[in-house]
């Protein structure tokens, strides 16, 4: 319910600290990141994150740490429209008390109505009320001193906005020429006293290169699915050509989501749309954007959204009952590139209701005893598994952190059975993966065989055999 900024030297920077009911907490640095920090910043008018330290690094709180873990996109207009987990989350003490530095208020200057602050129209405030600023003139010379201004990057495009995007208020600035480096965009020449100009009628717009995102679409939950890039104002996708391990890697670190278990190609989880924005991307791995691996360059490809490229990290999860039925078995969690088995300890009655509704197997369920769906024979993930009616999904449930042995044998494991049935809409297409088994055609293959762990080296085996040489 409340959000703050603590011990830091301006009231934009310090200690996050965050109030449940009464409470205040501090948040672990290992669950945070620079897109979080963005949206607190933007949240508490203090601009964009510059960075988000860890370590205490403006001292230790006093009271809770909080073990949620925030996904936000970074865009989002407050900490509340995140989605958060806790389950499994790793513990944290008061020395790994994260914080962030925000570049403070900029007063004179923003955008609107872009996917990030740093793009689409220009809005000036001279006298504490923010106006317009028109220019039928509008160039790159312009849009770069408004980036520079926001520390923004450079500007990828300067235009002026469709009518459906034009401002209503009234004009601060008119006809701006800016020559190269001016630092603010009132340096610039203008005509905003000379009442012959009244004429000039067009709100103005920019894209900056700090505008750049990346999300992964075409599913639920986060860390999995098709890439797509926001670069120079649209969403676009990448093509799978050359696309591997290293390269998913990027994404998954540049999202927060772990490491990359694989790279998905032939638009796997679904084709995108839009532009294709990268084609033969050859990270090493260690840089921070993808737009700075290696590659053809912005959308230059030979590619359509077939061979969309994807990714699956290490942070995905997903969660199903494992029987013969759907809606009654042994409970397992995805995490890490691998079904695990969830332990019962301590779990209450109402964690199997949860489970149901979330698998959409009606709204009571119960855990069975009596150990009827087998045990398992791989990971267990998660013990201590504390859900109370206020959590809407397991994911929100505090528990122990993720451990491929949390229980101490297979009679802890947790079976559950639900009261409903599957209703047809919740199939998840992303695990069910087949092993490559006989060629009959060029390019056309069977498949037999549900497996879990062959994904990886059908789609490389493929990948190498047909798509490169269809012939
Ligand atoms: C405030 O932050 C400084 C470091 O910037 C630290 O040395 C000090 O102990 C902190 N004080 C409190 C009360 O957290
Ligand atoms: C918390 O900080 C300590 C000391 O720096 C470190 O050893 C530990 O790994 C950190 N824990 C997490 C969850 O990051
Ligand atoms: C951005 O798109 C515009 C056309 O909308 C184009 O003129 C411009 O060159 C592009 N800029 C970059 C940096 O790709
Ligand atoms: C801007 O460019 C002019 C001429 O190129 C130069 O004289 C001036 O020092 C530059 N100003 C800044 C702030 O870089
Ligand atoms: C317009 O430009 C003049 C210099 O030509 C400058 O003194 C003035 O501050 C500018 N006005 C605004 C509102 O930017
Ligand atoms: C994937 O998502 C994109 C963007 O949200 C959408 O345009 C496209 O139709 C989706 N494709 C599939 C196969 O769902
Ligand atoms: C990728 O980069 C490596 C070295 O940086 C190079 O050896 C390799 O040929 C490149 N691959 C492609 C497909 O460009
Ligand atoms: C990444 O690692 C390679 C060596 O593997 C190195 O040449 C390159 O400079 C590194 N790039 C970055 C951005 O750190
Ligand atoms: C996740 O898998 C990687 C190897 O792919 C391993 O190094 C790491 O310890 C695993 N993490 C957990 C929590 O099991």
Known sequence: TGFRLVNGSTVCSGRVEIKVGDAWGTVCDSHWDLSDANVLCHQLNCGFAESAPGGAYFGKGTDSVWTDTYHCKGTEPHLAHCPVTALGASQCSHDNDTSVICSGRSESLR?????????????????????????????????????????????????NPPKSEQGMGPVGLRRVQCVRNETHLTLCDNSTSETFQAGIAADVGVICSGSRQIRLVNGTGHCARTVEIYYNGSWGTVCDDFWDLPDSNVICKQLGCGHAISATVSAHHGEGSGQIWLDDVNCSGNESDLWGCPSRGWSQHNCRHKEDAGVLCSEFTDLRLVSDSDC????????????????????????????????????????????????????????????????????????????????????????????????????????????????????????????????????????????????
């Open 111 to 159: 955008l609107l109505n872009g996917e990030s602050q740093c793009d689409r129209r220009v809005e000036i405030s001279l006298r504490g009320v923010w106006d317009r600023v028109l220019d039928d003139e509008w160039d790159m010379n312009d849009a770069n001193v408004v980036c520079r201004q926001l520390q923004c990057g450079v500007a990828e495009k300067a235009y």
């Open 328 to 471: 009654a078995g042994r409970l397992e969690v995805f995490y890490n590139g691998t079904w695990g088995s969830v332990c019962s300890n301590q779990m209450s009655g109402v964690t199997p209701a949860i489970v149901c509704k979330q698998l959409n197997c009606g709204d009571g369920g119960q855990i069975e005893r009596d150990f009827e769906y087998g045990a398992g024979s791989g990971s267990t993930w998660l013990d201590h598994v504390a859900c109370s009616e206020q959590h809407g999904s397991l994911w929100k449930c505090p528990s122990d952190p993720w451990d491929p042995k949390s229980c101490d044998n297979q009679a802890e494991e947790t079976h559950i059975s639900c009261a409903g049935k599957k209703s047809k809409t919740n199939s998840d297409p992303i695990y069910r993966v087949s092993k490559l088994s006989k060629l009959h055609r060029p390019g056309e293959v069977t498949c037999h065989e549900r497996r879990t762990d062959a994904r990886a080296e059908w789609r490389s085996d493929k990948e190498d055999r047909f798509s490169k040489n269809p012939s």
